[in-house]
């Protein structure tokens, strides 16, 4: 199981940047995917998740209005576009898939991407 984010890098307040997880080693359209953020000091959070099948979607309230978070299944891959970005932004960004395999939970992580936004 692999997933491999990119996208990460300095950027000006109020730029955007668009975060990129590749996966492979599992039945991507099946999973629950999401990404989370650690800044410095802090417990990791939720930004963004999207369900499998429809693709519902969730934010946290933090981010909602600047960040859209899609996936598409023929690619195996999740995205997160940001907009606006803040300061307070700033942060490890990583890409999380859940699901159900051979009747056991399952939990991936990638292994981060770096956002800083900062003047």
């Known amino acids: 199981v692999q997933l491999v984010e990119s996208g990460g890098g300095l950027v000006q307040p109020g730029g955007s940047l668009r975060l990129s997880c590749a996966a492979s080693?599992?039945?991507?359209?099946?999973?629950?995917m999401s990404w989370f953020r650690q800044a410095p000091g802090k417990e990791r959070e939720l930004v963004a998740r999207?369900?499998?099948?429809?693709?519902?979607?969730n934010y946290a309230d933090s981010v909602k209005g600047r960040f859209t978070i899609s996936r598409d299944n023929t690619k195996n891959t999740v995205y997160l576009q940001m907009n606006s970005l803040k300061p307070e932004d700033t942060a490890v960004y990583y890409c999380?898939?859940?699901?159900?395999?051979?009747?056991?939970?399952?939990?991936?992580w990638g292994q981060g991407t770096q956002v800083t936004v900062s003047s």
């Open positions: 999380n898939a859940q699901g159900v395999e051979l009747f056991r939970r399952r939990d991936y």
């Open positions: 080693g599992f039945p991507f359209s099946t999973y629950v």
């Open positions: 999207i369900a499998s099948g429809r693709g519902t979607t």
